[in-house]
């Protein structure tokens, strides 16, 4: 399946409109937007044609660092020019307005420009992930938008405190113009996804541009390219403060405690375990996806820890519990809002409930002792009916000659506990 690596420079106007976007496109100029790689974003992004980044190599070997169109006062200009570096695509299916569909190639940078009567259809696997090329695409377009600040300021604290506003207008300008996205929960996952690479951008811009043997005035002077002065000091005044210290402390620790790094790449185990579905003709559970995630090309695990989490899984399989217990009883009890094994996107009360749901509707042929023992069973609650209908004519013929009627829905106890008051409990049916 077509891949993509990721981008190494952004675009100079990365608007959230396509039509600024497409008077940008294809004007020789040097990028202006942050040139670094951002974490978190998917393969598949490719900024500048060939020719472009040929024009940019040969503007930036004849003139002075720095030079180039005017600048805003308060944006770095580029220091290094974008390089190419890959030609690949993602193979998608696009639907147009009047319902046909085309599978087309397209990069990120296309799906920006792409035409307003079209959009990429997205495939969903039961858990509610988006799976396929199209996956591809989509995180790699979230990634781009996620980690522009003009778009998302990082100067807010968290990915919670950015306004409802930016998202709303966001989701209904940017995203589901581009992508078939109907559903709540697509909106859901669109939001989770650009939060966490922005949070990420934001941890990198920090880490790269923030110097500890400089003062704090020093440090707010050496603002990003792409990035305005104010919102730098913003974002250094939160990540200084006695809260920032904290929080980085506690994802610091967290960070450290996970020694076991899986395989698969930018490729999400979602994507990896749907085309294993497709190619075997089979289920995949959560206990057969980690060898495959947590192992090298060469067929040895990444650790021996991993390796021995996976005989652990396989013993606690083999002695019966189901892949849920296992993995809680390998890996510990699980975390809030995310699911071992499962890949971005699931919730713990979310597959609890798509497992009891797929449990309980497959059906499984009985052994003979379990069939003896339903038809045992079966027996015993037909007994008990002929008993209570005869008691309760029983109890009929005694409320009548009392000048009573017995009502329609007295329950079998009811009728027992009243003919002991009665004294006529010879007359119960052994």
Same mark, same amino acid.
């Given at each position: 399946?077509?891949?993509?690596?990721?981008? =190494?420079a952004?675009s100079q106007?990365?608007s959230?409109?396509?039509?600024?976007?497409e008077?940008?496109?294809?004007?020789?100029?040097?990028?202006h937007?942050?040139?670094?790689?951002?974490?978190? !974003?998917?393969?598949?992004i490719? !900024?500048q044609?060939?020719?472009?980044?040929?024009?940019?190599e040969?503007?930036?070997?004849q003139?002075?660092?720095g030079c180039?169109p005017?600048?805003?006062?308060?944006?770095?200009?580029?220091?290094?020019?974008p390089?190419?570096t890959?030609?690949?695509?993602?193979?998608?299916?696009?639907?147009a307005?009047?319902?046909?569909?085309?599978?087309?190639?397209?990069?990120?940078?296309d799906v920006?420009?792409?035409?307003?009567? &079209?959009r990429?259809?997205?495939e969903?696997?039961?858990d509610?992930q988006?799976?396929?090329?199209?996956?591809?695409?989509l995180?790699?377009?979230?990634?781009h938008?996620?980690?522009?600040? &003009? =778009?998302?300021?990082?100067?807010?604290?968290r990915?919670?405190n950015v306004p409802?506003?930016?998202?709303?207008?966001?989701?209904?300008s940017? =995203? &589901?113009?581009?992508?078939?996205?109907?559903?709540e929960?697509?909106?859901?996952?669109?939001m989770?996804?650009?939060?966490?690479?922005?949070?990420?951008?934001?941890y990198?811009i920090?880490?790269?541009?923030?110097?500890?043997?400089?003062?704090?005035?020093?440090n707010?002077?050496?603002?990003?390219q792409?990035?305005?002065?104010e919102?730098?000091?913003?974002?250094?005044?939160?990540r200084?403060?006695?809260?920032g210290?904290?929080?980085s402390?506690?994802n610091?620790?967290?960070?450290?405690?996970?020694? =076991?790094?899986?395989?698969l790449?930018? &490729?999400?185990i979602?994507r990896?375990?749907?085309?294993?579905?497709?190619r075997?003709?089979?289920?995949?559970?959560?206990?057969?996806?980690?060898?495959?995630?947590?192992?090298?090309?060469?067929?040895?695990f990444?650790?021996?820890?991993?390796?021995?989490?996976?005989?652990?899984?396989?013993?606690?399989?083999q002695?019966?519990?189901?892949?849920?217990?296992a993995?809680?009883?390998?890996?510990?009890?699980?975390?809030?809002?995310?699911v071992?094994g499962?890949?971005?996107?699931?919730?713990?009360s979310?597959?609890?409930r798509?497992?009891?749901?797929?449990?309980?509707?497959?059906?499984?042929v009985?052994?003979?002792?379990?069939?003896?023992?339903?038809k045992?069973?079966?027996e015993?609650?037909?007994?008990?009916?002929?008993?209570?209908?005869?008691?309760?004519?029983q109890m009929?013929?005694?409320m009548?000659?009392?000048?009573?009627?017995?009502?329609s829905?007295?329950?079998?106890?009811?009728?027992?506990?009243?003919?002991?008051l009665l004294?006529?409990?010879?007359c119960?049916?052994k």
């Amino acid at each position: 399946m077509a891949r993509t690596k990721r981008f =190494i420079a952004r675009s100079q106007s990365t608007s959230s409109t396509a039509h600024a976007l497409e008077d940008h496109i294809g004007q020789p100029s040097i990028n202006h937007g942050y040139n670094s790689n951002p974490i978190g !974003t998917s393969q598949g992004i490719d !900024t500048q044609p060939h020719e472009l980044a040929v024009q940019q190599e040969k503007i930036s070997s004849q003139s002075p660092q720095g030079c180039g169109p005017s600048q805003p006062s308060n944006e770095r200009p580029p220091t290094n020019p974008p390089k190419r570096t890959c030609n690949k695509y993602w193979v998608v299916d696009v639907v147009a307005d009047n319902g046909l569909i085309d599978e087309e190639r397209l990069r990120v940078r296309d799906v920006l420009v792409l035409p307003r009567h &079209k959009r990429v259809v997205l495939e969903w696997n039961e858990d509610k992930q988006p799976v396929g090329d199209s996956c591809g695409l989509l995180h790699g377009f979230l990634g781009h938008i996620a980690c522009d600040p &003009k =778009i998302f300021p990082i100067c807010f604290d968290r990915w919670p405190n950015v306004p409802p506003v930016y998202k709303e207008n966001t989701w209904k300008s940017t =995203i &589901k113009p581009k992508f078939v996205l109907e559903s709540e929960y697509h909106y859901n996952y669109c939001m989770q996804n650009m939060g966490k690479k922005w949070k990420d951008n934001r941890y990198r811009i920090c880490h790269e541009f923030y110097k500890k043997d400089k003062t704090y005035e020093q440090n707010i002077e050496n603002y990003p390219q792409g990035i305005t002065r104010e919102n730098w000091a913003g974002f250094l005044q939160y990540r200084l403060s006695e809260k920032g210290k904290r929080y980085s402390a506690i994802n610091t620790a967290n960070r450290k405690k996970q020694k =076991i790094p899986h395989t698969l790449g930018s &490729k999400t185990i979602a994507r990896l375990k749907r085309e294993l579905e497709i190619r075997d003709g089979k289920k995949y559970s959560r206990g057969e996806m980690y060898p495959i995630a947590h192992t090298k090309r060469d067929g040895n695990f990444v650790n021996e820890e991993a390796m021995l989490k996976n005989d652990q899984l396989l013993t606690q399989m083999q002695e019966g519990l189901s892949d849920e217990e296992a993995y809680v009883h390998v890996f510990g009890k699980e975390h809030p809002g995310r699911v071992r094994g499962m890949g971005f996107g699931v919730v713990p009360s979310q597959y609890r409930r798509s497992s009891n749901s797929s449990g309980s509707s497959s059906s499984t042929v009985p052994t003979p002792a379990e069939y003896n023992a339903l038809k045992e069973e079966l027996e015993s609650i037909k007994g008990k009916m002929v008993e209570y209908d005869m008691m309760k004519e029983q109890m009929a013929f005694f409320m009548q000659s009392l000048g009573a009627q017995i009502p329609s829905n007295f329950s079998f106890n009811q009728c027992k506990d009243i003919l002991k008051l009665l004294n006529i409990e010879e007359c119960l049916v052994k």
